[in-house]
């Protein structure tokens, strides 16, 4: 039986007739796997693998020390605010009793407002964990505290966690490595060779992705565990076995999207004739893909998902509560127009409570977007989908948000049942709603939670290296090999 | 002979795909960007009004809270500010400043805000890199080179028409780019983004600083071309020179640093301070405990026991400044250790430098939030202590009666305008660094070229 393809058509593929049907399979598998190993010493010899090799552990490591020691410092501020928790609170009220009168004077130092403690993965991937370090004071209303002004030379620029060093490297890596695969053999004239075996187009296209991703994923995957091992044995870092899943789990999602760039670089290489012409044409689509597109793409969310600033907020509030002043002035003129009555409390409460859960809701919202539109694009996915594995990505943001918002609510209630008690157990109340607030700490998502999270990028990533993968072989068989 | 190779080199230049590609890019980016700048900006505007009639009427002689200016081309270039506190509440009871509140911005710390500087500094930078690799090598390889060279005509000549073929291009393409983001800012940001004639020559220093750093990047281009012999390996090279100092250095720099010169971390440092306080809280109830029973033994009238009292506020809050702001001077000079260190360590990096630069031009660098502090401090000290204690002073509370108010009538906080020149001669060290780099890049591509085999 013969199986006729277009490939046989083509006047290039000159010995491919004889080998169309069943019996060409096994040679064709064969070849395949013997182009890809060619490919893998080709990258070997020429040094394209060592010095892939050698970048990729240098930086991953520097990175792993940096982020290690940034964790360490981070971990060590949350630990000094939770023992400030601890600390007695100094005050008190002095009176000046005289004959022809009185006055007193009052001074007092409490505690600093509570901060949620990073994760420990933010040593590999930090993606908003940083965010979550800012102090949070829950009472009726959520305060979250400035960031410190102290880290501002590193604010100019990303983050060099793994997530950075995968997403320039892996991606650039990957199109050295599979940018030649047309041109350069076609200059060097082993492509018009290898057509002459019994092999499809599209096989050959297979096994130089083989090739390309095995010549990529085998330095990738011995600097990233270099880089586990060191967070482990030098920083005490990711020691349970759900840390070694979720940094199988990112090895396998950095794979998807080394894959994604060996793709377009067979792509690029099929459109091009020369190998210069390649290696332009891929530093350009390349800044598009990992510059652009994914800030682009946060950009667009911000456009299409407006929020309120925080002092926005503040101004609503402030708003709403002048507003319930100035009708209890309107209905009773005796009274006062300082503070609210107690009437008035629990529909202040309400009110701040709404608009403060809009505030949230339209955060998480313009979040979600961002993910979404960012997802689209390649590192956009990787980025997001890097951050959710580790527990430090938006579905983690926004479960902060809520353990705020709960939070919030606990003080709300306790407030509204204290406005109808003793003044003793008032305040005891109120102690309890604290102490129960600052006891909420986030906590690591299970790992399912977190695969769940990543769906969105990693089918992604998935569409993109079908896509591009199609691409190349749909490129490949109308290539002038000549 | 000099025109007719530049004009060569602009033809080639002009018919190459690359520069097509990045300008229809440019063109989707650049408004985009802008355009969320200026709604950006809008908003800082906007939110200031509200944080200034919201203090106003909260301030008082016990605590008043003092707010940073916004920086008037910070849709230019964000620099750090969009990263500092921009408000300080001041209190009487005190002598540490703390910032109140600050918004939520997480998607910043997984994509940092693209504005001009990202626009200029990262896709510029690779346009001409890209365009000036192909210089010297790529004429070799085509057999040109050997042509031009042929001919009554200098090495030094040759090289000057190829840089400059490289420049003009990319500075059009610059001026285009900073035109076209200049008006969407100001057509959308509704009023806010004034356009005067400070903030023109500021946006007129700005471009010419970027075309420094282009030239640099080309003449690295050039050097490069100028050392190699194929067109693929000068590539190869330029790109990765390129990503290291653009992408990779600036990105590590100031967590290296703050590895190399470690500073306590912020909680450790406030309890420290929050320990101190508290040890001045004690001893100050202490004196004033001990100075009411004495006033009440002695049988002072309540007028005199309020001076007395006032007089003993006047001392602990000069012992406070005095201790406290030790501990706050000590910190400050560790923070600026490190943070000088990480500068110095970054600077050389091409994009640090721009960015460097353009935070003193736009009064978005940490230069102008150190201002704003002493300003903050400045206030603190001269005005809102003295003034406070003279409200105070004038109250009466022991009298039942209504207290002449306690609304603290402060003047607006005089925070620093420098003027051009100044912010200029502030920026003096990463800018003469950058003309240096220029200069020895320029001489090892010349140096190079003389030396080329053209063969």
């Given at each position: 039986m013969i199986e006729g393809t277009q490939d046989c058509k083509h006047p290039d593929n000159l010995s491919k007739g004889d080998f169309g049907g069943k019996q060409t399979m096994e040679p064709g598998r064969s070849l395949i796997w013997l182009i890809a190993r060619k490919e893998i010493i080709a990258n070997i010899r020429n040094f394209k693998t060592p010095v892939a090799l050698v970048i990729m552990t240098l930086l991953l490591l520097l990175s792993a020390h940096a982020l290690a020691l940034d964790y360490r410092n981070r971990l060590n501020n949350w630990s000094v605010n939770r023992d400030s928790q601890r600390d007695p609170i100094v005050g008190g009220r002095v009176s000046y009793d005289l004959s022809d009168g009185s006055f007193s004077y009052g001074v007092g130092f409490s505690h600093p407002p509570p901060i949620h403690s990073p994760q420990p993965f933010s040593a590999l991937?930090?993606?908003?964990?940083?965010e979550m370090d800012r102090s949070a004071n829950v009472s009726q209303r959520i305060v979250i505290g400035a960031r410190h002004g102290e880290l501002a030379t590193s604010a100019l620029f990303d983050t060099p966690d793994t997530s950075f060093v995968v997403k320039l490297l892996v991606s650039l890596f990957a199109l050295m490595f599979s940018l030649d695969a047309a041109p350069r053999e076609k200059e060097v004239g082993t492509l018009r060779a290898m057509l002459a075996q019994p092999i499809r187009r599209r096989e050959l296209i297979l096994s130089k992705s083989l090739g390309a991703s095995i010549s990529l994923l085998a330095p990738f995957a011995v600097a990233y565990f270099v880089e586990i091992i060191y967070l482990h044995l030098a920083h005490g870092l990711l020691n349970d076995r759900q840390d070694l899943v979720c940094a199988m789990l990112i090895f396998g999602f950095v794979s998807f999207y080394g894959i994604v760039f060996a793709h377009i670089g067979l792509f690029i290489s099929t459109i091009t004739t020369r190998t210069r012409i390649a290696i332009t044409t891929a530093l350009l689509a390349w800044?598009?893909?990992?510059?652009?597109?994914?800030?682009a793409s946060v950009l667009m969310a911000k456009l299409l998902t407006p929020t309120p600033s925080y002092n926005q907020l503040n101004a609503r509030l402030r708003d709403a509560r002048r507003r319930i002043l100035q009708e209890e002035a309107e209905n009773n003129s005796a009274a006062r127009t300082v503070r609210p009555s107690r009437q008035s409390l629990p529909r202040i409460y309400e009110i701040e409570r709404q608009e403060t859960d809009n505030y949230l809701a339209s955060k998480k919202d313009q979040n979600r977007r961002a993910r979404l539109f960012a997802s689209l694009s390649p590192a956009g996915a990787l980025t997001f989908g890097l951050s959710d594995l580790a527990g430090t990505g938006?579905?983690?943001?926004n479960a902060y948000l809520d353990i705020l918002g709960s939070s919030r609510d606990v003080m709300l209630d306790a407030l509204k049942r204290s406005l109808d008690l003793s003044r003793q157990d008032a305040d005891k109340l109120m102690q309890e709603a604290i102490e129960t607030v600052a006891n909420r700490q986030r906590r690591a998502e299970?790992?399912?939670?977190?695969?769940r999270s990543s769906i969105i990028p990693i089918t992604s990533l998935l569409a993109w290296a079908v896509l591009f993968g199609?691409?190349?072989?749909?490129?490949f068989k109308r290539y002038d090999v000549r | 002979m000099f025109l007719t190779i530049l004009r060569r080199e602009l033809q080639e230049t002009g018919a190459n795909s690359i520069l097509l590609s990045a300008l229809v890019a440019m063109t989707i980016l650049v408004p985009l960007s802008a355009y969320i700048q200026a709604g950006d900006y809008q908003r800082m505007v906007e939110d200031y009004a509200i944080r200034q009639s919201i203090h106003q009427t909260e301030n008082s002689s016990q605590s008043i809270v003092l707010i940073r200016p916004t920086p008037p081309l910070a849709p230019f270039f964000n620099g750090a500010y969009d990263s500092l506190p921009d408000e300080f509440r001041l209190r009487n009871d005190t002598a540490t400043t703390n910032t109140p509140s600050g918004d939520l911005t997480p998607l910043d710390w997984l994509f940092p805000k693209i504005d001009l500087s990202f626009i200029i500094g990262v896709l510029m930078t690779l346009l001409t890199i890209l365009l000036a690799h192909y210089t010297i090598a790529g004429d070799r390889e085509q057999g040109a080179l050997k042509l031009i060279l042929a001919g009554p005509i200098g090495r030094r000549t040759v090289l000057a028409a190829k840089v400059t073929g490289v420049i003009l291009p990319t500075t059009v393409i610059l001026i285009y780019i900073v035109f076209l983001y200049t008006i969407v800012v100001t057509v959308f940001s509704e009023g806010t983004f004034d356009l005067s004639g400070g903030n023109l020559s500021a946006l007129a220093v700005f471009t010419l600083v970027a075309i420094i750093v282009l030239i640099v990047t080309a003449a690295l281009g050039v050097a490069v071309s100028a050392s190699v012999q194929r067109s693929s390996v000068s590539?190869?090279?330029?790109?990765?020179?390129?990503i290291v100092i653009i992408l990779i250095w600036p990105t590590f720099g100031p967590y290296i640093a703050s590895s190399s010169k470690p500073v306590a971390p912020p909680e450790a440092f406030q309890r420290d301070m929050a320990s101190k306080e508290k040890e001045l809280v004690?001893?100050?109830?202490?004196e004033h405990r001990k100075t009411a029973a004495d006033l009440k033994a002695g049988q002072v009238g309540v007028e005199a026991a309020w001076r007395r009292y006032l007089e003993l506020r006047r001392g602990w809050i000069e012992r406070r400044n005095e201790e406290i702001g030790r501990l706050v001077n000590e910190r400050k000079e560790h923070v600026h250790d490190q943070q000088a260190f990480a500068r110095r360590i970054s600077l050389f990096s091409p994009y640090v430098a721009f960015k460097e630069v353009l935070g003193s031009l736009c009064g978005t660098g940490l230069e102008s939030y150190d201002e704003f502090l002493v300003a903050v401090e400045q206030c603190r000290q001269q005005e809102f202590i003295p003034k406070g204690l003279d409200l105070r002073s004038r109250q009466k509370p022991w009298l039942n009666a209504a207290s002449?108010?306690?609304?603290?009538?402060?003047?607006?906080?005089?925070?620093?305008?420098?003027t051009l020149s100044k912010r200029l001669a502030a920026a003096a060290w990463p800018l003469s660094i950058l003309i240096a780099e220029m200069i020895i890049l320029l001489t090892l591509g010349a140096l190079s070229f003389e030396r080329y085999d053209v063969r």
């Open positions: 991937i930090k993606g908003m964990d940083g800044a598009t893909i990992v510059l652009i597109l994914p800030n938006t579905d983690a943001y299970p790992l399912g939670a977190d695969l199609l691409a190349a072989c749909w490129r | 590539l190869f090279a330029c790109a990765s020179i390129w004690r001893e100050e109830l202490a002449p108010g306690d609304r603290l009538q402060l003047r607006p906080l005089q925070t620093p305008s420098p």
